[in-house]
């Protein structure tokens, strides 16, 4: 992609409303731009990391045998009536009467819907065990909308539900799901804490919360400096660790999945019912596991920068290399330019090609500030000395390479 032909705006300035470094970069960068408090579009960059990071999820979900489907974000409020969660939700739902008099609401979770499909096709042990999954967008009327996508009224999520004849079958599934969510926010360069949680609204028995350290997160978890042991953090209780009894260390943090073994809550509110060997009626066993996958570029980005801007990991940066002609109006430097990026895009290798005629200084505060894996500068100096310069994103590391080398070392570079 050329930067001309892409739509790429990025800022000088932090802007005001930007309450977080992840807020300041995604808007810096030219990631996202806010309609209303809570409610974002994503351009062409924040909608290829989004894209980068859903395939890391699809794959580690797809190896676990799950199934993707999409579910109607339009939801009959008797549903939830149904589930007793109608009032519970309180007023981040969103509700309205439609035209025909219906009481509708915006999904903010789906076990309701997932239950009653499920209640319609599932009748027999042997079609079990089963896990669906989706990526989609939630609503919710969130009081007061924060810190850009990480508190947002619209947002995207990745929630999964397993359908199990037996308490057995329900752990296999849940710690399937929990080596899934391990390796995915792994995949996606995040140091995460993983801490036993409240099931709260959601119900169910065992629950477990993956949180992601950052300045900006709003919960806040204690950590044991010498076991390592994790809970979220309430004052005043749980201040100290209950096997080492020393003090917790507060670290503030992003909450990014939660995962609950729900048990018979919502297959008994909903006659989810199937026949078991013996040909006994008995509710299905159900657990559901959520990510927040737009609250992920945030995390991303609390984790991966520095004072220039983001350092994407590599399988989330929006293009794997960068080519940086320095000067536009030199034919020598544009011809190698684009010869480099035409072999790029033959070996598969996203790549953007910086072709604004603009000063060196201004592309390599923008090509860092973007947070590109690779950087190919290429100038009248390192020309001359038939050679390209590549700068590696993650440490501001440099090689002086012949151009002969360049596509090679691009590569190993690339594949780690």
């Keep these: 992609m050329f930067w001309s032909k ?8 932090v802007p005001q409303e ?49 199934s993707e489907l999409l579910l109607p974000a339009l939801q009959p ?8 969660r109608n009032k519970d939700m309180g007023e981040v739902m969103v509700r309205f009467v439609d035209r025909r008099g219906r009481k509708i609401c915006l999904g903010p979770t789906h ?3 997932i239950t009653e499909l499920v209640r319609t096709l599932v009748f027999s042990y042997k079609q079990m065990p089963l896990i669906l999954y989706q990526i989609q967008t939630k609503f919710r009327d969130e009081i007061r909308p924060r810190f850009g996508v990480v508190r947002a009224c619209e947002f995207i999520m990745k929630d999964a539900y397993s359908f199990d004849k037996d308490e057995g079958g329900l752990e296999t599934n849940y710690k399937a799901m929990h080596n899934a969510y391990n390796k995915i926010f792994s995949r996606c360069g995040l140091n995460i804490l993983t801490t036993e949680a409240d099931p709260g609204v959601m119900g169910g028995t065992v629950s477990h919360e993956f949180m992601a350290p950052a300045e900006s997160g709003e919960d806040v978890v204690g950590v044991c400096p010498k076991c390592k042991f994790t809970q979220i953090f309430q004052e005043p209780k749980a201040s100290d660790c209950p096997r080492c009894q020393v003090k917790l260390d507060k670290i503030n943090a992003i909450e990014l999945g939660h995962i609950f073994q729900l048990g018979t809550k919502y297959s008994s509110a909903f006659a989810a019912n199937f026949l078991d060997a013996q040909g006994k009626l008995k ?20 984790q991966n920068h520095d004072a220039a801007g983001i350092i994407w990991p590599n399988e989330i940066s929006p293009y794997k290399a960068i080519i940086l002609p320095l000067d536009v109006a030199q034919t020598m430097i544009m011809e190698k330019a684009q010869d480099i990026y035409a072999k790029l895009d033959e070996l598969g290798i996203e790549t953007l090609f910086d072709d604004r005629d603009e000063r060196a200084g201004v592309k390599f505060k923008d090509a860092d ?16 000395n038939n050679s390209v310069e590549l700068k590696l994103r993650s440490n501001n590391q440099k090689f002086i390479v012949k151009q002969t080398e360049a596509l090679k070392k691009i590569k190993g570079i690339l594949n780690g």
């Design 369 to 384: 500030l973007l947070g590109i894996t690779l950087q190919v500068i290429i100038g009248k100096e390192t020309l001359e």
């Design 283 to 302: 509710p299905i066993i159900m657990g559901c596991y959520g990510i927040g996958v737009s609250r992920l570029i945030a995390a991303i980005i609390e």
């Design 18 to 66: 930007a309450e977080s470094v992840s807020h300041q970069l995604m808007l810096r960068a030219g990631l996202v731009r806010m309609l209303m408090a809570g409610v974002y579009s994503y351009l062409p960059l924040g909608w290829k990391v989004l894209g980068n990071i859903q395939r890391i999820i699809r794959q580690e979900m797809d190896r676990t045998g799950a």
């Design 6 to 13: 892409a739509f790429i705006p990025t800022l000088k300035e």
């Design 111 to 113: 076990e309701e819907v």
């Design 77 to 84: 409020q008797e549903l939830w009536l149904k589930s007793g």
